[in-house]
């Protein structure tokens, strides 16, 4: 649900997207270092919750790889100087984004605590929630068809941003009125998150806790 009620131009697409790869760019690079000087974002008193179990594995399969592409091809192109460098540094490129995607996920959690909910994905998008936008909490199991979009109307005609690992979700926060958020594609309005957590129920006692009032 576009906040703006319009299309988007292709050049306005090419930007955004330029954007967001650098964005991603960059805060690949900060991730790697938060993570190699155990600096994870989560804020003062609150708990973190971590959510790249379902893609941990495929992220650790895929920089393996990637390493023994970057050794193969350091020895099988070592007489053709002229291809094997700007080969060596495409494929260091996309070792080091691979980490940085994965270290953005185990750096910047979701979090709960006395100030609201932070919902995350990666270094994408970092989401500050207060309580008293927060009219509930709940668990709720939802799986999407692939290339479904971030953002989709509900049945009352409401935006739903999904923060999916996998397709999939198992957490649904609802607001008490629609927020525009500025998301990777752009500014949208939204009246419910729907996220995942590598332990819901963990998340949801920590709202009972932290959260005044019911959580549900």
Known sequence: MRAEGRERTGWS??????????????GGYVAIYRFVFRRPRVPAGAQAFSYHQPVILLLGVIVVVSVVELVALD????????VRIPLLVLSLWGVVWMLGLLFGMLTRPHAV?????RA????????ALPWAEVTGVAARTRRDQDKQPMVTVDDAGGGVLHLRMQH??????RLAEPRTFSLPNGPE??????????????FLAAVRRFRPGPSA
């Open 189 to 202: 309005t939204v009246g419910r998150i729907d996220l995942w957590a590598d332990d819901p129920q963990a």
């Open 168 to 173: 999939e979700t198992n957490l649904e926060v």
């Open 75 to 82: 020895l099988l192109l070592r007489r053709w100087e002229a």
């Open 120 to 127: 995350r994905y990666a270094t994408e998008i970092d989401l």
């Open 113 to 117: 605590g006395p100030e609201g909910l």
């Open 13 to 26: 697409r090419i930007r955004i997207l330029a954007r967001r790869a650098w964005v991603m760019e960059i």
